[in-house]
């Protein structure tokens, strides 16, 4: 799971920047492969996509400018 945190860490630090650059906040799901043991032509990408939506459901969820 060290990607996922990598991938976790990058998106807050997104979300920080662009809040910062442009001053408006963002909600982010964050989904990595590893988790779903995403193959592709499985259809393994759109189970990705559904999972990282899902999760950015959840963060706008709890209180918006969120990264979960």
Do not use: P, W
Request: proline content about 0%; overall charge neutral; some cysteine.
């Amino acid at each position: 799971m060290v990607y996922i945190t990598r991938a976790m860490e990058l998106a807050v630090r997104f979300k920080r920047n662009f809040e910062e650059a442009i001053g408006i906040t963002v909600s982010i799901g964050v989904a990595h492969s590893e988790e779903l043991d995403v193959n592709e032509g499985k259809g393994g990408i759109d189970e990705l996509i559904k999972l990282a939506d899902k999760r950015m459901y959840q963060a706008k969820l709890q209180g918006k400018n969120q990264v979960c």
